[in-house]
């Protein structure tokens, strides 16, 4: 199995909901980790291009940079916490790349540090 991994950052600000109750508006420095895995490379030996991942996360976290979370993208309906970050980009990543990356890729991660030691993972299921 081979893997790649493509970070990125944005800053942002959120407020989640925790037991009913919610917290203060307050930012972060974001660090996006997306982890693209498969058995096999291509014919010349790469499992994939490191700048279609990257172009994709930019995309994603440039609507997210310098604005409030629950503002954006489906947050204003759903807590912004790292772990609904992490799967949103997931989700769109895997919808925009699925068929870029096979068959010899696939998203198999993408993990959210919205605090130093403070991270989330989110893995798609496998199709």
């Known amino acids: 199995m081979f893997e790649i991994s493509v970070s990125s950052r944005f800053s942002a600000a959120h407020a989640i909901s925790i037991a009913g109750a919610r917290e203060p508006l307050h930012g972060h420095d974001w660090h ?4 693209a895995a498969g058995p096999t ?21 440039e609507q997210f940079h310098n604005n409030n979370l629950n503002d954006v993208g489906p947050f204003p309906t759903i807590n912004p ?3 609904n970050v992490a799967r949103r980009i997931g ?3 895997v919808s925009d790349l699925g068929k870029a990356l ?3 890729a696939r998203i198999a991660s ?6 130093p030691g403070c991270s989330a993972t989110y893995r798609p299921p496998a199709v």
Do not use: N, Q
């Open 32 to 35: 996006v980790t997306v982890v």
């Open 41 to 61: 490379l291509d014919a010349d030996g790469l499992l994939c291009d490191f700048h279609t991942i990257e172009s994709a996360l930019r995309a994603i976290t």
């Open 81 to 83: 916490t790292a772990e």
């Open 91 to 93: 989700e769109i990543l």
């Open 102 to 104: 096979a068959p010899h």
């Open 110 to 115: 993408v993990t959210v540090t919205e605090a």
